[in-house]
C-alpha cells in the first residue's frame, strides 16, 4: 500500500463512537457480522457490569453492520430498535447481528449478545434505512436525507 492510499477501517467506515467503545470486527460478510466488545471500567454502570447504553451500541453497529454486508458501498442509518436484556453483560462479549429481510431501500435485522460462557445477556431486533453515502470533511459533514 502506497502512503497516499488510505487503508479501510475494519467497519467499513469510519465511526469514531465505535473506536472509542474499542469494538473489534471479526467478520462482516454475507449478511452477518460479528464483533467482540470487551468494556473497561468507564464502560460500566454502577453494578460494575456493561452499561446499557454500550450493551445497546453494540447491538445497533452489529445489525447495521450485518445489514451494510450486502452492499458496502451504501451507508445505513437506524429507524428504530428493540432490545431486550437478560442478564448482565459483564467481561469479554460477542455481538452477532444478522440480516433478516431487506428491501431496495429497508433493512430488519437481529442481534444478540453473548458473555464469556456463551450466556446470552441481550438481543435486538431493529429497522435500518439505506442511504447514499457522500464523502465527509471536516468543511462539509455527512448530510442525511430525510425523505
Known amino acids: 500500500m502506497s502512503s497516499a492510499e488510505t487503508p479501510v477501517p475494519a467497519f467499513g467506515v469510519h465511526i469514531p463512537f465505535v473506536e472509542l467503545l474499542g469494538f473489534q470486527m471479526k467478520s462482516f460478510e454475507n449478511g452477518e457480522s460479528e464483533i467482540h466488545f470487551t468494556p473497561k471500567s468507564e464502560h460500566t454502570n454502577s453494578f460494575a457490569v456493561a452499561h446499557g447504553g454500550a450493551v445497546m451500541t453494540l447491538l445497533d453497529v452489529s445489525m447495521a453492520t450485518a445489514s451494510r454486508s450486502v452492499d458496502k458501498s451504501l451507508g445505513i442509518v437506524t429507524i428504530e430498535m428493540k432490545t431486550s436484556f437478560m442478564r448482565p453483560a459483564a467481561g469479554a462479549l460477542i455481538a452477532r447481528g444478522t440480516l433478516k429481510h431487506r428491501t431496495?431501500?429497508?433493512?430488519?435485522?437481529?442481534?444478540?449478545?453473548?458473555?464469556?460462557?456463551?450466556?446470552?445477556?441481550?438481543?435486538?431486533?431493529?429497522?435500518?434505512?439505506?442511504?447514499?453515502?457522500?464523502?465527509v470533511t471536516a468543511d462539509a459533514p455527512a448530510q442525511l436525507s430525510t425523505d
Open 104 to 135: 431496495k431501500t429497508l433493512a430488519f435485522a437481529e442481534s444478540a449478545i453473548y458473555d464469556a460462557s456463551n450466556q446470552l445477556c441481550a438481543h435486538a431486533t431493529g429497522t435500518f434505512r439505506y442511504v447514499v453515502r457522500r464523502p
